[in-house]
């Protein structure tokens, strides 16, 4: 269907589970909508790479860590915008990415231009079951974006500590996963952010992005948070403006705040470490 006005114009109406899918073009860009309110993608119809909205490229603040990843997994399509963008600019990257959403990736695809690439592959399943999957399946990834909104915000089988568990056992030793969470959520992000903070406790990082949707970026690695480990992806963050992709990391790293292990974490840390050297 088509309604258009001077600006406005509804390029896609779709139910799914009761909720509605709208595809609408407005002064210049395309956007999805979960019942015309919640976002879900935008993208700039005349530069379809740039990633408008600026949570997806906080997320990308995870490439500090690893800045050539090989193996990624997205857990949520959307319309693609972080897929399109890795696609574009790491050529040697293969990217799997799962969305519950059996519409979407034909949306992504036909709308918000995702190419159809053999390095991507795009299941629709439940997030947490792909993920259990992969974890049987002992694949790994060095890099993981967790980008899982259902109509209602954070979706609760994703945030879950299974889900996390399965995180830790495919993740590989170098790896970085970047948790998009919403603080506006309060009593889900407060579990959420406890439940990460208790799977990754040697290594976290939060990064708020200043909108007024009030999400926040977790970051998580393996490795412990240190002077000596934030100094180089401080240089990495103000070197980045020589790089592609084009992301300005600078002003990132200077909001970026590091939440080192409490002394417990780092006791219980200490015994596990003893344990498997038994």
Same mark, same amino acid.
């Given at each position: 269907?088509?309604? *258009?006005?001077?600006?406005?114009?509804? &390029?896609?109406?779709?139910?799914?589970?009761?909720?509605?899918?709208?595809?609408?073009?407005?002064?210049?860009? !395309?956007?999805?909508? =979960?019942?015309? @309110?919640?976002? *879900?993608? !935008?993208?700039?119809?005349?530069?379809?790479?740039?990633?408008?909205?600026?949570?997806?490229? @906080?997320?990308?603040a995870a490439l500090l860590f690893n800045p050539e990843p090989q193996q990624i997994l997205m857990i949520?399509?959307?319309?693609g915008s972080l897929a399109k963008f890795l696609l574009h600019y790491f050529p040697a990257c293969h990217l799997e990415v799962v969305d519950a959403n059996p519409e979407i990736p034909a949306i992504a695809h036909a709308l918000f231009f995702l190419p159809r690439d053999p390095r991507l592959t795009v299941h629709c399943a439940d997030g947490a079951t792909l993920m259990a999957s992969l974890a049987a399946q @002992?694949?790994? =990834?060095?890099?993981?974006?967790?980008?899982? =909104?259902? @109509?209602?915000?954070m979706a609760p089988s994703i945030y879950s500590d299974s889900f996390l568990i399965a &995180?830790?056992?495919?993740?590989?030793?170098?790896?970085?996963?970047? =948790?998009?969470?919403? !603080?506006?959520?309060?009593?889900?992000? !407060? *579990?959420?952010?406890?439940? &990460?903070?208790e799977r990754f406790p040697l290594a976290l990082y939060r990064l708020p992005v200043p909108t007024p949707s009030r999400n926040e970026i977790i970051l998580c690695s393996r490795n412990t948070i240190t002077e000596q480990s934030m100094l180089p992806l401080r240089q990495r963050a103000h070197a980045w403006h020589d790089h592609q992709p084009p992301l300005h990391f600078g002003d990132f790293i200077e909001r970026m705040v590091p939440v080192p292990p409490t002394a417990w974490q780092q006791w219980v840390q200490r015994i596990q470490h003893l344990w498997r050297g038994w």
């Open positions: 269907m088509t309604d *258009q006005t001077d600006t406005y114009q509804v &390029i896609l109406k779709k139910s799914w589970q009761d909720r509605t899918l709208l595809v609408v073009d407005e002064a210049g860009y !395309r956007s999805l909508y =979960f019942d015309n @309110h919640l976002t *879900q993608s !935008r993208i700039l119809l005349a530069n379809p790479l740039w990633l408008v909205l600026p949570y997806t490229r @906080h997320m990308l949520g399509l959307g319309g @002992h694949k790994t =990834f060095d890099l993981i974006l967790v980008d899982a =909104f259902d @109509h209602d915000g &995180i830790q056992e495919i993740l590989t030793d170098n790896g970085v996963v970047a =948790f998009n969470t919403n !603080r506006a959520e309060t009593s889900a992000y !407060r *579990q959420v952010s406890a439940q &990460i903070q």
